[in-house]
């Protein structure tokens, strides 16, 4: 296997690594300071706060929304992605992030007009769905196809980290806020971080309009085998890799489950936590996996994809119940120590190699409308799972589950759905980028 692809230029794989990290970083920024208000603030500013559980069931319910959105934007962006190019949808999901997320900042409350906020709200978080739900794919796509082929988990990690990068951002930036005035939180405060995102936008579009478009992609167009309909190629010939891929992102249960339904539960009146602590945790947890998420993925560069994969998968949803049973102990340091290893260190094995597992399995034609629908369906799962176990956690249950313990069983379940559908996968880190999703090519000797 050769060091270079191809085709692509010195040094333009590490400008495309480095504009999608940034770009993912911006753009999950806006993403994940939605989690927070989710979690912490507005049951109190746009729900009717006479009944607090249905508040906070509701307001959990419209952080899932985005999720429902993503598999629709997912088919609109990835045949645009993969009719068009990449670059053009890494422009545009950065814009209508930035946009949408400003303007859930201008809000008025519930008791400003009413019933009409709240479906304000999930108006703009189906936008930001909508946004997410291409970002990643052609990002993926994008520094995938610019790697030399015996570094393409390295390269696609980069994607990944930026995502961590921007979680880790929005986190610090709601540490202050949460840390405000009851009275002043609830009237201005949380709308700062929203507001931030004007930044987004300017910067996004700078950035990624700089981006040179795949040579793969390039050679497509050139050669005049770009599909007029990729979703009809997609779905005639990739339609098992792509049923493969929605059932392996179920993984990413791990992350909606730790950064949200488990801060709104450690900082509920049961079990009475410090806000700004336990958004230190989530902080502290992200700032490791900037750190685990490149180097499993150059592990993954030298052993291959699946048994990387495997380590996140299988380990993930041990650790949890580990965290939950931490954070019922309320021993801060046990709660940041486990914390970091869950989030940081094990689900980063399977975080960071994802983006060059799923994109090995489809060729240039589909790529990134195969990534964009498996995986927005996959985190749809994942994004309703924090409403899911709300439920779990409350009087009545949920499918005859109840407490943390059932929310651990239910986060496990879908894990080891994700781990089958890995665990079954052809391995593909070593075949040549040209001949990616090809069923007859095997492995070439590295």
């Keep these: 296997m050769t060091d270079q692809t191809p085709g692509v230029r010195q040094g333009t794989p590490r400008k495309a690594a480095v504009a999608a990290w940034i770009g993912s970083a911006l753009e999950y920024y806006d993403f994940f300071i939605y989690g927070s208000a989710a979690a912490l603030i507005f049951s109190d500013v746009f729900f009717d706060t006479s009944d607090p559980a249905t508040a906070t069931l509701q307001s959990l319910a419209t952080f899932g929304v985005a999720y429902a959105a993503r598999p629709v934007g997912a088919f609109i962006l990835g045949h645009v992605g993969d009719r068009f190019g990449r670059k053009k949808i890494m422009v545009f999901t950065l814009i209508l992030m930035g946009v949408s997320t400003f303007l859930i900042g201008c809000l ?7 019933g009409l906020a709240p ?17 990643q794919a052609s990002a993926n796509s994008m520094t995938l196809e610019h790697a030399p082929a015996n570094r393409r988990g390295y390269y696609t990690s980069f994607t990944l980290n930026g995502t961590q990068f921007g979680q880790i951002l929005a986190t610090l930036v709601f540490i202050p ?3 405000l005035p009851e009275d002043q939180l609830l009237s201005w405060g949380w709308r ?3 507001w931030l ?41 990739h339609w098992t890799s792509v049923l493969r891929v929605v059932c392996a992102a179920l993984i990413a249960t791990v992350s909606t489950i730790f950064t949200v339904w488990a801060l709104n539960y450690a900082t509920s009146d049961e079990i009475g936590l410090d806000r700004a602590t336990m958004l230190w945790v989530s902080s502290a947890a992200n700032g490791v996996a900037l750190i685990a998420i490149p180097l499993w993925a150059r592990l993954s ?21 580990a965290y939950l049973a931490a954070i019922n102990s309320g021993n801060y340091p046990l709660i940041f120590l486990v914390g970091m290893i ?43 799972a924090v409403a899911s176990a709300a439920g779990i956690v409350s009087p009545e249950g949920w499918l005859g589950l109840q407490g943390w313990v059932g929310v ?10 994700s781990a089958i559908a890995v665990a079954s996968a052809r391995e593909t880190y070593q075949i040549p980028t040209e001949d990616l999703g090809r069923a007859s090519v095997t492995a070439s000797v590295a």
């Design 177 to 179: 806020v949460a840390a």
């Design 197 to 237: 995102s004007v930044a987004v936008a300017i910067a996004g579009y700078v950035i990624r309009r700089r981006v040179e478009e795949t040579p793969a992609f390039t050679q497509s167009v050139a050669e005049g085998t770009v599909a007029r309909m990729p979703l009809s190629l997609l779905f005639r010939d």
């Design 301 to 321: 560069d030298r052993i291959g994809r699946k048994p990387v994969f495997l380590v996140g998968a299988i380990g993930s949803p041990i650790m949890i119940f």
């Design 342 to 384: 869950t989030l940081g260190v094990v689900y980063s094995a399977s975080n960071g190699i994802w983006p060059s597992l799923y994109g090995e399995m489809f060729t240039t034609g589909v790529r990134l409308s195969g990534m964009a629908i498996g995986t927005q369906i996959g985190f749809a799962v994942a994004g309703f």
């Design 108 to 114: 008025p409350t519930r008791d400003q007009i009413g």
């Design 408 to 417: 651990g069983i239910f986060t496990a379940v879908l894990c080891a759905i």
């Design 192 to 194: 700062v971080p929203f």
């Design 119 to 135: 479906a304000l709200l999930v108006v703009l978080r189906i936008l930001q769905g909508l946004s997410a739900a291409g970002e």
